[in-house]
């Protein structure tokens, strides 16, 4: 019962790693050809991806994904919203380090 009760626990691990998006993919599939392959572009008076953190980067994607940030560039990154919510921190902890 132990082996069982870790394997399913290892199993487990396994497929949540699985289903978190690898961010360099995410970022270039989702991101790179409005804010540009090192987050250097700046779109509509934005500040660039470059010039912020992970962290904020996060906040920024989620109020993207919940329709409670961004004003008027919500259109413009419907992407963000259609992406599942496991993929965020991978994409954000990316373009951190652009």
Do not use: W
Not at 52 to 78: C, F, N, P, W
């Amino acid at each position: 019962m132990k082996k069982l009760l870790t394997l399913t626990g290892i199993a487990l691990f396994v497929a949540s790693a699985a289903l978190a998006g690898d961010g360099a993919a995410l970022y270039k599939s989702n991101c790179a050809d409005c804010h540009g392959e090192k987050g250097d572009k700046s779109i509509g008076g934005s500040v660039p991806l470059k010039d912020l953190d992970s962290a904020e980067i996060l906040k920024r994607l989620q109020g993207y994904a919940e329709g409670t940030y961004g004003g008027e560039r919500k259109a413009v990154m419907h992407s963000i919203a259609k992406l599942h919510s496991a993929n965020l921190k991978p994409l954000a902890d990316y373009a951190g380090t652009l």
